[in-house]
């Protein structure tokens, strides 16, 4: 993933490369410039995205003998929720090296579906309504709407 850089007065390539936690021939081939070259204030650069944590989840990669029932059993999900997280079917196959999200620790979600009641939302999160509204200013109660609880 890649985002676009304006170059700001003093930056050179290896200042913006370092910024982006990258190299300066990774920056360069990006951008076909030669690594020496002067940078002018107000130019534009493709630089690879800075990853950053997610508060609420981690990226899981899949091991050889994984399977989805298996990973949702030993981190406390329910199963139908963790497909749903991770746009996965229960008839999908999952392969080594995938990256599916799982929650981290002390984090709750849960994924609406049709009819969802606030009350089935605080009773799947066992949470009350202050704390739940707190965290999720937001709340249609629409399927497949994403609602989170860190505790």
Do not use: H, W
């Amino acid at each position: 993933m890649y985002t676009i850089y304006e170059v700001q007065k003093g930056d050179t390539l290896a200042s913006v490369a370092q910024k982006f936690n990258t190299t300066l021939d990774t920056l360069s081939s990006l951008n076909g410039i030669m690594a020496g070259s002067l940078l002018k204030t107000g130019d534009y650069l493709v630089v690879p995205k800075v990853k950053t944590e997610n508060p609420y989840f981690r990226e899981y990669v899949i091991k050889n003998g994984d399977n989805i029932y298996e990973i949702a059993r030993a981190n406390g999900i329910e199963l139908n929720q963790l497909l749903r997280l991770n746009g996965l079917n229960d008839s999908d196959i999952i392969y080594p090296n995938q990256l599916i999200m799982l929650p981290r620790k002390n984090v709750s979600f849960y994924i609406t579906e049709d009819d969802d009641t606030l009350g089935d939302v605080m009773r799947r999160l066992n949470v009350n309504a202050n704390d739940l509204v707190k965290q999720n200013p937001t709340i249609y109660l629409t399927n497949d709407q994403l609602i989170l609880y860190k505790k």
